[in-house]
């Protein structure tokens, strides 16, 4: 099975600034990944699939990177409404697995 | 608007069974790739189980390989999870995903609660 380990698990950071969450896989995974974001209450919403690409209405301030085995999130500029929890997710196979999140709270 | 739907969650004593059911609203789920994915209370985002479009391909995590059972009827644009022999740690919200890339679709979730 192919583990994926995310860090930061938690991150403090003020409006406007630059975050990155970075996500490893066990093993490689080429770019099958997604980023998703979700706040309390609510359902996970995609940022990023296939590791950098955005779908239409997700804000350019949001861009992933990464190939193989190494990929991260970039959040530039922070707006307050991006203070949630993040998550990995790979499917390069199965069983599809999701790192543990990374809360982003307001410093 | 574009939605998925959840019901059939609710209180189950353990070994109970479930039936959750994902209706589709304002788009056919006859090409997406449908999933089930659960959050426990307080907890993160795990992976439960696929069914590819057209049904033919299915799996499912270890933690609930042969009790679970995922369905679809694309004829009805649905998707079900049949849930037996239920457990403690099955408590969780419930969500139905829809992807068909660039497009992934999540329900609102439905929360089951194993409980005696």
């Known amino acids: 099975d192919i583990q994926m380990t995310q860090s930061p698990s938690s991150l403090s950071a003020s409006v406007g600034d630059r975050v990155t969450i970075t996500c490893r896989a066990s093993?490689?995974?080429?770019?099958?990944l997604g980023w998703y974001q979700q706040k309390p209450g609510k359902a996970p919403k995609r940022l990023i699939y296939s590791a950098s690409s955005l779908p239409s209405g997700v804000p350019l301030r949001f861009s992933g990177s990464g190939s193989g085995t190494e990929f991260t999130l970039t959040i530039t500029n922070l707006q307050p409404e991006d203070f949630a929890t993040y998550y990995c997710l790979q499917y390069n196979d199965y069983p599809r697995s999701f790192g543990q999140g990374t809360k982003l709270e307001i410093k | 608007e574009v939605q998925l739907v959840e019901s059939g969650g609710g209180l189950v004593k353990p070994g109970g069974s479930l039936r959750l059911s994902c209706a589709a609203s304002?788009?056919?789920?006859?090409?997406?790739?449908m999933n089930w994915v659960r959050q426990a209370p307080g907890k993160g985002l795990e992976w439960v189980s696929s069914i590819s479009a057209s049904g033919r391909f299915i799996n499912y995590a270890d933690s609930v390989k042969g009790r679970f059972t995922i369905s679809r009827d694309n004829a009805k644009n649905s998707l079900y999870l049949q849930m037996n022999t239920l457990r403690d740690e099955d408590t969780a919200i419930y969500y139905c995903?829809?992807?068909?890339?660039?497009?992934?679709?999540w329900g609102q979730g439905t929360l089951v609660t194993v409980s005696s």
């Open positions: 093993q490689g995974i080429t770019n099958d």
């Open positions: 995903v829809g992807t068909y890339d660039p497009f992934d679709y």
């Open positions: 304002e788009f056919s789920l006859s090409n997406y790739h």
